[in-house]
């Protein structure tokens, strides 16, 4: 197929189930869009969360509960909007996507932003990846064009959080076929 419309999945390395959730998302989409995966954040948040995870779990734990807060979880979008904005406009510009798509909290509200100023036509969706307890990071947009939630249990979450019910889907996981194909086929 020709001229595939492109598709922009953002992503990070903070552990393997964004990237996972995202590779799976691309596998599925890739026979009608051209996608693209990239990772938005800078290095020192992956080699932080590296550290945390395997040396200071408690550190980890404390960042985790002190940003589930609504207040907190916008303001520290607001921050970070700044941070990712020229990877990611760069990255808006060379990939000209027809729709961005968000495996990861950090990247919503933040991408939304930025978008909203650089490429206000281009439609945000946002597939969470908490399937029961969905951090407050991910609610801190709630304006994106569509939002998938993986389980009834998340979609219930998002519509107490106020978000849209015409644009919020229960979609479930992704999975690639690796996993359930003997042949990866």
């Known amino acids: 197929m020709p001229n595939k419309p492109n598709i ?17 998302l691309k596998e599925l989409l890739q026979q009608n ?20 995870g395997h040396h200071a779990l408690w550190m980890w734990a404390v960042e985790f509960h002190l940003s589930n807060d609504h207040k907190r979880a916008v303001l ?10 020229s990877r990611l406009k760069r990255a808006l510009d060379e990939i000209q996507p027809a729709m961005v798509i968000t495996t990861h909290s950090l ?10 100023e650089h490429t206000p036509g ?16 991910w ?9 998938f939630a993986p389980t009834r249990e998340s979609h ?6 106020g978000f849209d019910p015409s644009r919020l889907h229960i979609v479930g996981w992704p999975v690639r076929k690796q996993f359930y194909q003997a042949d990866g086929k």
Do not use: C, W
């Not at 922009?8 to 903070?14: A, F």
């Not at 609610?139 to 939002?147: I, V």
């Not at 219930?156 to 959080?161: D, Q």
């Open 107 to 116: 990247l919503s509200h933040s991408v939304k932003q930025v978008m909203k």
């Open 139 to 147: 609610f801190s947009e709630l304006n994106a064009e569509a939002s």
């Open 33 to 52: 869009y051209a996608v693209t995966i990239a990772d938005m954040l800078p290095s020192f948040f992956h080699h932080h969360y590296r550290f945390a």
């Open 76 to 85: 520290s979008q607001r921050a970070l909007a700044p941070v990712i904005a």
């Open 122 to 137: 281009i439609p945000l969706g946002m597939l969470f990846s908490d399937p029961y307890s969905v951090h407050e990071t």
């Open 8 to 24: 922009l999945i953002l992503t990070t390395q903070t552990g393997g189930g964004h990237l996972s959730l995202a590779e799976a």
């Open 156 to 161: 219930e979450l998002a519509l107490a959080a």
